[in-house]
């Protein structure tokens, strides 16, 4: 971590919980870039285990998950909440993660005990600010953009656009740091030749295909025309 990075989330363990583990990286990358400590797992099972276990100051839970889902997850969570003899006041913040955000969505997931929603792909800022908002957080961010094009080859500099890839935007929603961008960016592409053949092999299968596509979806970094 660079000196000139505050410490925002020092003292605070977050729980992340999301069945792609390219999304689940990103979290944890810059969850430590601000000096916060957290816990991942891959299924809402995972997470309420974990937070009977852990007293965590936030979860960012994915909603749709193999196993057990988020708003399943959450609801347990809750109940064990309200369970616990000598309970304070106090319930641990649960920051729904989801690439679908329609009124009926979030409905669905207050209903399961959620206080907010992020979307995917995620954003750095965004999910920055929700996590100061929820954890009782007075900060702002002095630090100062980084020069995306330092030793950047020249087919990779912002500026540059490529057909189906946009590194000024991939560099930005990975803290904006190009070697955490690269590592993001290598996952996804191991993984793209598994995915090519899950969709085919699901060709005759909507729910599977829906699945499938979803989780693509909320991994893939798409391109935006405005800020």
């Known amino acids: 971590m660079s000196g000139n990075t505050p410490n925002m989330l020092s003292g605070k363990r977050i729980l992340i919980v999301d069945d792609n583990n390219i999304n689940r990286k990103l979290i944890e990358l810059l969850v430590e870039k601000y000096g916060g400590e957290f816990d991942s797992v891959e299924n809402g099972e995972q997470a309420v285990d974990a937070c009977m276990q852990v007293n965590y100051d936030l979860a960012l839970m994915d909603v749709s998950m193999p196993v057990m889902d988020g708003l399943e997850a959450s609801s347990k969570i809750r109940a064990f909440e309200q369970s616990r003899k000598n309970q304070k006041a106090r319930q641990m913040p649960i920051i729904a993660l989801s690439a679908n955000l ?3 969505d979030k409905e669905r997931c207050r209903n399961a005990g959620m206080d907010d929603f992020l979307g995917k792909p995620i954003d750095k800022k965004v999910l920055i600010q929700m996590i100061r908002r929820w954890s009782g957080l007075n900060y702002v961010d002095y630090t100062k953009p980084e020069l995306l094009n330092k030793e950047l080859p020249v087919n990779l500099r912002v ?17 904006g740091d190009y070697d955490n961008w690269r590592l993001l960016l290598n996952m996804l592409l191991e993984q793209l ?35």
């Open 102 to 104: 329609l009124d009926s």
């Open 159 to 175: 500026g540059v656009t490529l057909p189906v890839l946009d590194p000024a935007m991939g560099i930005k929603l990975s803290s």
């Open 193 to 227: 030749p598994q995915y090519s053949l899950n969709l085919t092999l699901a060709a005759s299968n909507r729910d599977q295909l829906i699945t499938i596509s979803h989780k693509l979806a909320a991994t893939v970094y798409k391109e935006k025309t405005s800020e």
